[in-house]
Nanobody, 117 residues
Framework: VQLQASGGGLVQAGGSLRLSCASS????????MGWYRQAPGKQRELVAT???????NYADSVKGRFTISRDNSKNTLTLQMNSLRPEDTAVYYC????WGAGTVTYWGQGTLVTVSS
């Protein structure tokens, strides 16, 4: 299973970016998909997650600005980021989980988002 994240780049504060995550190498649907980010010198943190038949969760810092969505039939994930701030600068990682007897977690390679002030 591979997750390929794309859409990162350089944007001015107040601008928008759209991240995408495409999965390959599997026919099953992930129970949960989400976005995490890691800023320089900081730990990786949750940005937003979306669970089939369950809730959508957002970090408080992005509520009202970011929107996560997925195409279940294609196992693709999108993160629309609006009103970007310099503190949103980070490497953004796509995450997917398959639940069963245990949880199998997959990570994409990350895409860099840089927001200039």
């Amino acid at each position: 299973v591979q997750l390929q994240a794309s859409g990162g780049g350089l944007v001015q504060a107040g601008g928008s970016l759209r991240l995408s995550c495409a999965s390959s190498g599997t026919r099953f649907s992930f129970n949960s998909m989400g976005w995490y980010r890691q800023a320089p010198g900081k730990q990786r943190e949750l940005v937003a997650t979306l669970t089939i038949g369950g809730p959508t969760n957002y970090a408080d810092s992005v509520k009202g600005r970011f929107t996560i969505s997925r195409d279940n039939s294609k196992n693709t994930l999108t993160l629309q980021m609006n009103s970007l701030r310099p503190e949103d600068t980070a490497v953004y990682y796509c995450n997917a989980e398959k639940w069963g007897a245990g949880t199998v977690t997959y990570w994409g390679q990350g895409t860099l988002v840089t927001v200039s002030s």
